[in-house]
């Protein structure tokens, strides 16, 4: 029985804890990695809200370590993706049902156990098992998950409140269902936040879930696992399975009651789902929710106008933090011959100075790239461009797995705008520079639009404003994400909804009203107070 109407206003984001020699949270977190590192885990699955082990174990070792072994997580089969939808099911209508105040308050309380409790723990999970510095991981499976939790519970109460308006005599309302079925949730690697936020987002709007994380990130999923348990999620609501993509899709697209997929992950992997579950149409129930964001091949245009320490600084973020293994990070940059001379000397010079290695010194700027397979493919791009006529190495390009996966941050100049390191997504430490005539800035902008497929970030770095206004108005469809004077990476929730179009995704924008609509169904009732009772218009009657 719903006894009033409850205000969830919107909350502030989470402070970003600085990590400072002597501070409390540096003092904790040392503590938790050493915790961790301390003894070998073994990481079960997640079904109906019981602990699921197969006795098929496969190794987590830290990217960065890998003489090191965390332990060994389950992995399942089919058998254990049909056990995860009959759970999602069976406590559908309960969770359904749920007051949507208690809904609300197991997330709201879930992000307040990170804010607590749980913060180190996640962070260290994270940064031994994705290889991210102190504050990558602060901002990511901190701070970012925390602020998903909460703006999503604000957004959803601002979504319910939206009402049709009614005529005299007439009561119309709109009531927000979940969807039909269980929503299948795949989530990627690089970041700990979008893990937490594709499973919960469709479950806080009355749906329940199979949450498939990546192999590489889930030290840090079982442990969000954990709070959500401890935040009162019921049984079933959120199924967490270690399987293989084929192996989940053989099932789920094939299953009656799909509802829906939330995803994160290649555009590859993307194509190939939504051309199965287009063949697949008439098994299901109702139309299932496609919604994915996918690759990207991020830009930065520099204008003759702008500071060439902005440029060089916005570059070496934008393309290097995290090893540059981010949907947004700067990949491919476009530079005016008047500043190239200076942008080039200081990425160098910065480049030098950064320290790379593990995690736990916190002095490191560059960790690990996630795997071998990932190191094996980014180096074939870097030992192209040393080899090759049409590209220059400005600094970096040492690659180095025989203690971890690193590689050292690259920036390649292009000889040509159109050189492979521009065009393809690479995933990892590599910037490719093109440098223009400063006279030709619309040209170039033109140029920036057509080069890749993708459309998810992108940033113009000006102090002319006629230019900023140029390049927004022409990059329109470049990028879902669009930034002037700053980096093109560090959506903040509630702040920069993120997500792109074109070959990037379905613009869906996490962190907004707009990405919850997909994981509700309306319906519309209309009550009317005194029916008519003869059939009769009065334009029916006699003069």
Request: glycine share 8%; proline share 5%; with cysteine.
């Amino acid at each position: 029985m719903n006894l009033g109407y409850f205000n969830y206003p919107a909350p502030a984001n989470e402070p970003v804890l600085n990590y400072a020699p002597g501070s409390k949270e540096r003092t904790d977190l040392k503590k938790a990695l050493k915790e961790l590192k301390s003894r070998q885990h073994d990481i079960p699955m997640y079904i109906g809200g019981k602990e699921v082990r197969t006795g098929n174990k496969l190794e987590l070792r830290p990217p960065h370590e890998t003489s090191h072994l965390l332990g060994h997580f389950h992995e399942g089969d089919e058998s254990h993706v049909r056990q995860a939808i009959d759970a999602a099911l069976a406590a559908k209508a309960g969770w359904e049902a749920l007051s949507w105040e208690n809904r609300a308050g197991t997330f709201l309380k879930a992000a307040d156990l990170l804010a607590g409790k749980y913060r180190s723990l996640m962070n260290g999970t994270t940064m031994l098992g994705q290889s991210k510095n102190a504050y990558q991981a602060e901002i990511d499976s901190a701070c970012e998950l925390i602020d998903f939790l909460r703006w999503n519970v604000h957004f959803l109460s601002e979504i319910y409140r939206q009402q049709p308006v009614s005529a005299p005599g007439v009561h119309n309302r709109l009531e927000y269902r979940a969807l039909e079925g269980f929503v299948l949730a795949i989530t990627p690697f690089n970041f700990t936040a979008i893990g937490g936020n594709l499973p919960t987002s469709a479950a806080l709007c009355g749906n329940t879930v199979v949450w498939k994380a990546a192999h590489t990130q889930i030290f840090s999923a079982q442990m969000f696992m954990r709070v959500l348990k401890e935040a009162g999620l019921p049984d079933g609501v959120i199924n967490l399975v270690y399987v293989n993509g084929p192996v989940l899709g053989k099932v789920c697209f094939s299953h009656p009651e799909f509802a829906g997929v939330h995803f994160t992950g290649s555009t590859g992997v993307f194509n190939q789902m939504w051309k199965t579950i287009g063949e697949n149409m008439g098994l299901y129930r109702s139309y299932p929710r496609i919604v994915g964001e996918t690759g990207g091949k991020d830009f930065v245009i520099a204008h003759e106008s702008a500071d060439p320490a902005v440029v060089a600084t916005a570059l070496l973020r934008g393309a290097f933090e995290y090893q540059g293994q981010k949907c947004s990070a700067a990949s491919r940059a476009y530079i005016p011959d008047n500043l190239a001379a200076a942008v080039k000397q200081r990425l160098i010079d910065d480049i030098n100075s950064l320290k790379m290695g593990t995690v736990e010194d916190f002095s490191n700027f560059i960790n690990a790239v996630i795997d071998e397979k990932s190191f094996d493919k980014i180096k074939t791009y870097i030992d192209r461009a040393k080899s090759d006529g049409k590209a220059d190495i400005w600094v970096g390009g040492h690659c180095d797995k025989s203690k971890g996966y690193f590689i050292q941050p690259t920036v390649i100049e292009a000889k040509e705008p159109g050189y492979v390191t521009m065009c393809e997504e690479i995933f990892g430490p590599v910037l490719t520079v093109y440098v223009y005539k400063a006279g030709e800035f619309e040209k170039t902008l033109d140029l920036v639009n057509a080069t890749s497929p993708y459309a998810l970030t992108g940033s113009v770095i000006s102090l002319d404003r006629e230019a900023v206004e140029l390049a927004t108005a022409r990059l329109r469809h470049a990028a879902g994400n669009f930034y002037v004077n700053d980096k093109p990476t560090g959506a903040v929730v509630g702040q920069q909804p993120f997500g792109g179009a074109r070959a990037s995704g379905t613009n869906d924008k996490a962190g907004s009203m707009l990405n919850l609509y997909r994981w509700l169904s309306s319906r519309t009732i209309k009550e009317t107070f005194q029916p008519p009772t003869d059939y009769r218009y009065p334009f029916l009657q006699e003069p």
